[in-house]
C-alpha cells in the first residue's frame, strides 16, 4: 500500500512516517511543499494520501472527487459514517485522509488511529517545549530579581529567594510574578 | 429573550463578504441577542465543511454550493445543510494575467465590458494556442463547490471554450492566487475579495468582469447549520438571524471606513483596510494603471434583500452541478436542493426585513443563455451546447 503524507511541518511528517514504518507500511513518501501538488500526486499514485488540517492545499486534494480524466482511480475522503468517533477523533488531531476506492476499511481505521495518536503526540511534544521555554523563561526572571534583591538589601542569594517567597505566599501570588514586579520597579527606580 | 443555548462557535474564510458576521459579533450585536458567539478562522473550506458536518461548529460562513452538496450528499458525504441567511450575494471578479489580457484585447470584436464579446475573445486565443500547439491556459478557481468555479465555467463556455476539454481548471486556496498568477501557474482566477485587487495592485492582473456583471444576483455565501441543529435550537437561530440582520443593516449605513478597519484586524480579514473599503463601495482598481470601475452592486450583504435564502438560487446552484457532471439530473434532487436555502426560518425570525424586489427577467439575470427556470432543470440545461449533463 502506497501513502503519501503532506504536511508541511517536516517534523510532525517524520513522525507520522515513522509510526508507519513500524506499523509496516513501508511505501511511505512526505510532500511538504505546495507547488504543484496535485501533479505530484498523480505521479506517485498513492492508495492513501493523509493531510494535516492546517494546511490550505487541502482543497486543492477536493478536485480528486471530481469526474476528470486526470484522476486515474476514484478517491474517496476517508468517511466512515458508521464510525464518527473516529472521524471526530482525526478532525480534533488535525489530520485527514484521502483513499482510493476499494480499500478494506479495517486497513484504512488502523492506519488513521495511528494518525491520530501520531499527531497528538506531536501536539503533546509542542506543549512540552512550549512549557519548557516558559520554564526557562521564569527561571531566568527569578535569578535576576534575585540578583536585585540581593544588591539592594545586601542579601545572601538563599535570604533573597526567601523573601520573595514568603512575599508571594503572602500576596497570594507566583513566586515568577513578585519577580517581574521586582524587575519593572527597579526600572522605575533608575 | 432567553435562548436555548448561549454559547455558538462559527466558523469562517476570511474573507469580505464575512462582513455581516464579523459585526454581528464586534459590534455586539449577537451578545444583544443572548448569544456568545466564538469566531472560529479557518484555512479551507473542506475543513469548515467537516467541522459543520461533524458539528464542531454550530454554523459556519459557507460557500453557498457547498451546503447545497453537503445536503445532497455530491462530492461528500451527505450531511443535511440548511441556510437560513444568505450572508452575501455576488462579489466576485475573473482576474487575468497582463499577457493574456493583451492576447484577448488583441482577439476582442465588440466591447471590452461585454461578457459575451470576452468569451468569444478567449474562445479565439484558445483557438489560438491551439493551433501553436502550446500548453492549454490554465486558470484558479477557489472549490469544485463554488460560485467562482460556476461563474468562470459559465462565463467561457458562452463564448464556445469548453471547461473541461479546452482549458485547466485548478482549485487554488485563495491566498495563493495572486502569487500562482505572478509566477504564471495560472494564467487568470475567478476569486473574491480581496483577491482580484491585491492581484491589480500588484500590477500582475487585470480585472475582466464583476461577477455581477454576469450574473445580477448570485447567492454566494451562506450562513449555514446542520438541519437537525436548525430543529433543536430554533430560537438560537432566530437570535442569531436577528443580530445579522442587524449588523447587515449596520454595515450599510455605517461609515465604509469604519468597517473596513474592523475587516482589517487580523483576526478577520487581516487585508489592508484600503482595499477592503473598495470592495466595500464597488470601486475597484481594475487595470494596474490605475483605471478604476465601479458597480454598487458588486457585493450585496444586506441590500435588495439579498440576505432573504431564495430558493430559486439554489436551484440554480444545483443546476450548475448538473451541468458540469457533479450531480445527476433529477426531480428530487432538485427538491433537496431548493430546501436547503430556508426562506421560512429567515421569515420567522425577521417577519419585516425588507422583501427582494421582484426580479426583472428571471431571479438570475445571467449576461446570456436561457432563462433560468427552476421548475424543470433538464430543459433549461438542454438549451446549452456546452455541458456535462
Known amino acids: 500500500m502506497k501513502i503519501v503524507i503532506v504536511d508541511e511541518s517536516p517534523v510532525r511528517a517524520a513522525i507520522l512516517e515513522d509510526g508507519l514504518r513500524e506499523a509496516g507500511f513501508t511505501n511511505v513518501e512526505r510532500i511538504g511543499e505546495m507547488r504543484s501538488l496535485l501533479a505530484r500526486i498523480y505521479a506517485i499514485d498513492p492508495d492513501v494520501i493523509l493531510i494535516d488540517l492546517e494546511n490550505p492545499s487541502r482543497d486543492i486534494l477536493e478536485q480528486m472527487f471530481q469526474v476528470s480524466r486526470a484522476v486515474r482511480r476514484p478517491v474517496a475522503m476517508f468517511v466512515d459514517q458508521s464510525d464518527a468517533a473516529s472521524i471526530q477523533a482525526s478532525v480534533d488531531a488535525g489530520v485527514s485522509a484521502y483513499i482510493v476506492d476499494g480499500l478494506k476499511k479495517e486497513r484504512i481505521k488502523s492506519i488513521l488511529d495511528l494518525c491520530v495518536s501520531r499527531f497528538n503526540a506531536f501536539s503533546r511534544l509542542q506543549d512540552e517545549l512550549a512549557r519548557a521555554k516558559s520554564e526557562i523563561e521564569e527561571r531566568k526572571t527569578i535569578d535576576r530579581a534575585k540578583g536585585l534583591l540581593m544588591k539592594a538589601k545586601k542579601l545572601s542569594e538563599e535570604d533573597a529567594y526567601r523573601l520573595m517567597r514568603s512575599t508571594a505566599m503572602r500576596e497570594k501570588k507566583k513566586i515568577f510574578e513578585i519577580a517581574q514586579a521586582i524587575i519593572t520597579a527597579s526600572e522605575l527606580f533608575k | ?389
Open chain 2, 1 to 389: 429573550m432567553t435562548a436555548e443555548r448561549e454559547h455558538l462557535r462559527i466558523g469562517f474564510i476570511p474573507l469580505a463578504d464575512a462582513a455581516s458576521l464579523f459585526v454581528a459579533v464586534d459590534k455586539g450585536f449577537a451578545a444583544q441577542e443572548g448569544l456568545d458567539v466564538e469566531l472560529v478562522q479557518e484555512v479551507s473550506w473542506s475543513n469548515v465543511r467537516d467541522k459543520l458536518n461533524i458539528g464542531m461548529f454550530d454554523a459556519a460562513h459557507l460557500l453557498a454550493p457547498i451546503a447545497v452538496a453537503s445536503s445532497l450528499g455530491v462530492g461528500h458525504v451527505k450531511t443535511p445543510i440548511v441556510a437560513p441567511y444568505n450572508l452575501a450575494m455576488n462579489g466576485n471578479a475573473i482576474t487575468v494575467s497582463p499577457t493574456l489580457h493583451e492576447a484577448m484585447r488583441a482577439r476582442l470584436d465588440g466591447d471590452a465590458l461585454d461578457p459575451l464579446a470576452t468569451a468569444r475573445a478567449l474562445a479565439r486565443v484558445v483557438a489560438d494556442r491551439k493551433a501553436a500547439q502550446a500548453e492549454p491556459l490554465t486558470f484558479g478557481m477557489t472549490f469544485p463547490f463554488s460560485g467562482h468555479n460556476y461563474q468562470l465555467r459559465y462565463w467561457m463556455a458562452a463564448g464556445g471554450v469548453d471547461p473541461d476539454e479546452d482549458v485547466r481548471l485548478v482549485v487554488l486556496p485563495p491566498p495563493y492566487m495572486v502569487g500562482s498568477l505572478a509566477q504564471g501557474h495560472v494564467d487568470g482566477f475567478c476569486v473574491g475579495a480581496p483577491w482580484n485587487s491585491v492581484a491589480v495592485d500588484l500590477g500582475v492582473g487585470h480585472i475582466l468582469h464583476f461577477s455581477v456583471e454576469l450574473f445580477s444576483r448570485c447567492a454566494e455565501k451562506s450562513l449555514a447549520m446542520r438541519e437537525h441543529f436548525a430543529l433543536e435550537h430554533p430560537n438560537v437561530v432566530a437570535a442569531l438571524l436577528r443580530a445579522l440582520h442587524r449588523a447587515a443593516r449596520f454595515v450599510a449605513e455605517a461609515d465604509p471606513h469604519e468597517i473596513a478597519a474592523l475587516l482589517a484586524r487580523p483576526d478577520r480579514v487581516g487585508v489592508d483596510a484600503q482595499v477592503i473599503l473598495r470592495t466595500l463601495q464597488g470601486r475597484l482598481k481594475v487595470t494596474p494603471d490605475g483605471a478604476t470601475r465601479e458597480n454598487a452592486r458588486y457585493l450585496l450583504l444586506g441590500q435588495e434583500g439579498a440576505e432573504r435564502p431564495d430558493p430559486t438560487q439554489a436551484a440554480w446552484l444545483y443546476a450548475q452541478m448538473a451541468r458540469w457532471g457533479q450531480a445527476p439530473v433529477s426531480p428530487a434532487h432538485l427538491d433537496a436542493a431548493k430546501n436547503v436555502f430556508r426562506a421560512d426560518l429567515f421569515d420567522a425570525a425577521l417577519p419585516s426585513a425588507t422583501a427582494p424586489p421582484p426580479p426583472t427577467g428571471d431571479a438570475i439575470g445571467a449576461f446570456s443563455g436561457p432563462v433560468f427556470d427552476d421548475r424543470d432543470i433538464g430543459a433549461y440545461l438542454s438549451a446549452f451546447p456546452i455541458r456535462r449533463a
